[in-house]
């Protein structure tokens, strides 16, 4: 059995920040991840943040998770980091977390309080052919380019533009892969603008109100339909149109990583502005059961500058419990909160608002 | 044109189960997330329904009528992924 203080589950934005801010209250911090590398989504990012300057926007992704990670150096002697380890389950009678590092270590923690920054996995959707090689969720294809170097093909059927599909589409053509369409279910572009105008000055066409139909191949996929849908989301079978393409990116939103806290009983509510069932909270980050926290996209899907803001309030607070401090702790805290509501502000975190309302509590 | 979403569709691929047999067991009156889980197998591969849970849940509300909220959230059962039993014989405290 491992004992440490903090324990925290993933390494990205939210647990980086988690755990920076319970290192430097002085708290003994476990942070276990089950990349080989840290720094969650940020590694493969390598366009600019958005939002203002405290938060390191104009910052690329993959810079801002080398800050981080300097951080987590300075703060080593407080700080234990395990990689490749995925937490396996939270057991309530005990309140122990298992993981398993690779496949053939296996390990009890018990720590005083438990961030969970566990992140998301991508939605998937149903149509014939759906598992054919050549046909990926946007993250997987950015994971293969930005971080491994590999392009998944030469012509590629971007499906969903939010910010990922937006900003994957513009990656694969930096990558010298041609995109040959972009398709929204939804009437309108979920993305920023910026990024939209982006992709479309380099000629590529963003279709609302359309979707995928099917994918068709043998060993793989060698051609798309698409199709435009009606008001009442319904495919117009005279629009449909095959385009020639060997890889479909999906990036058709996130799922919250639950499984943790759900196995923890910690209370949930399903709030499909923030991606499905997230846990009620309390505005810094603490769970219905007093020793856990959450931070990041597992607490609601939004984006790497709310999830270090998360984070570093559920840093602060779990250490704070253990009767952690240092000057200005406070001050900081309320700091971060306001930086946080401040980021939330625009007409664009409408959504955001809305699905915190209903999950944001007093205990 | 083919039906929008075909029932050969591959929902579990852990399991190989379809959204045909999901269909026919919502239909048979299992619309609970956690017997279809149980019947099918689907969500019990090594990536824990990752995938086909959101999928199950929505077809389950589209056939029944029922909102997403209405429907009740199958188990999720440690461990989230494949341990050998070797591992957890070994670890004893």
Redesign the interface.
Same mark, same amino acid.
């Given at each position: 059995m491992r004992k440490t203080e903090v324990l925290v589950v993933g390494g990205g934005p939210a647990g980086l920040s988690a755990a920076i801010a319970a290192a430097s209250m002085g708290a003994k911090v476990l942070l276990v991840d089950d990349g080989l590398k840290l720094g969650g989504q940020l590694v493969k990012q390598t366009h600019k943040f958005f939002g203002s300057h405290r938060q390191s926007a104009g910052v690329r992704g993959i810079k801002i998770a080398g800050m981080l990670l300097s951080d987590i150096e300075k703060l080593k002697d407080k700080i234990e980091v395990v990689s490749n380890t995925t937490a396996t389950g939270y057991y309530q009678d005990d309140g122990v977390v298992t993981a398993m590092t690779g496949e053939d270590v296996y390990m009890k923690i018990k720590s005083e309080r438990v961030i969970i920054a566990t992140g998301a996995s991508e939605r998937m959707l149903t149509f014939p052919n759906n598992d054919l090689p050549g046909v990926y969720g946007a993250g997987a294809v950015q994971t293969l380019m930005n971080v491994y170097g590999i392009v998944p093909g030469d012509r590629v059927l971007m499906v969903g533009a939010g910010n990922i599909g937006l900003i994957v589409s513009y990656q694969l053509m930096q990558a010298n892969v041609e995109v040959a369409t972009v398709v929204e279910a939804m009437p309108y572009i979920g993305g920023y603008l910026v990024h939209a105008s982006k992709i479309r000055r380099l000629g590529v066409p963003i279709y609302t109100s359309h979707t995928i139909l099917e994918v068709y191949g043998k060993d793989a996929v060698e051609a798309a339909a698409i199709v435009k849908l009606d008001s009442k989301w319904q495919p117009i079978p005279s629009t449909k149109r095959i385009l020639n393409v060997d890889t479909v990116c999906l990036s058709v939103g996130l799922s919250p990583l639950i499984e943790l806290l759900w196995q923890a009983g910690c209370k949930m509510k399903y709030v499909p502005q923030l991606g499905g069932n997230v846990v009620l909270r309390d505005k810094y980050m603490r769970t219905s059961r007093r020793d856990i926290f959450v931070a990041g996209d597992v607490a609601g899907i939004e984006e790497a500058t709310s999830a270090m803001l998360e984070g570093k309030l559920a840093g602060l607070i779990a250490a704070s419990d253990l009767g952690y401090a240092y000057d200005g702790w406070e001050a900081d805290r309320e700091d971060t909160l306001s930086s946080l509501e401040e980021l939330r502000r625009g007409p664009l975190s409408e959504k955001i608002r809305s699905g915190l309302k209903e999950v944001v509590v007093e205990w | 044109?083919?039906k929008?979403?075909?029932d050969?569709?591959?929902?579990c691929?852990c399991e190989d189960v379809t959204?045909g047999q999901i269909r026919e067991v919502i239909r048979r009156g299992y619309t609970d997330p956690e017997e279809i889980k149980r019947i099918t197998r689907a969500g019990m591969g090594p990536c824990?329904g990752?995938?086909?849970r &959101?999928?199950i849940i929505r077809e389950v509300a589209r056939i029944t009528g029922k909102r =997403? &909220?209405e429907i009740p959230?199958p188990t999720?059962?440690?461990?989230?992924?494949p =341990?050998?039993v070797g591992?957890?014989a070994?670890?004893s405290?």
């Open positions: - | 044109m083919e929008f979403t075909d050969d569709v591959i929902v691929r959204l824990q990752k995938t086909c &959101d999928i =997403i &909220d959230v999720y059962r440690p461990p989230s992924k =341990i050998k591992l957890l070994e670890e405290d």
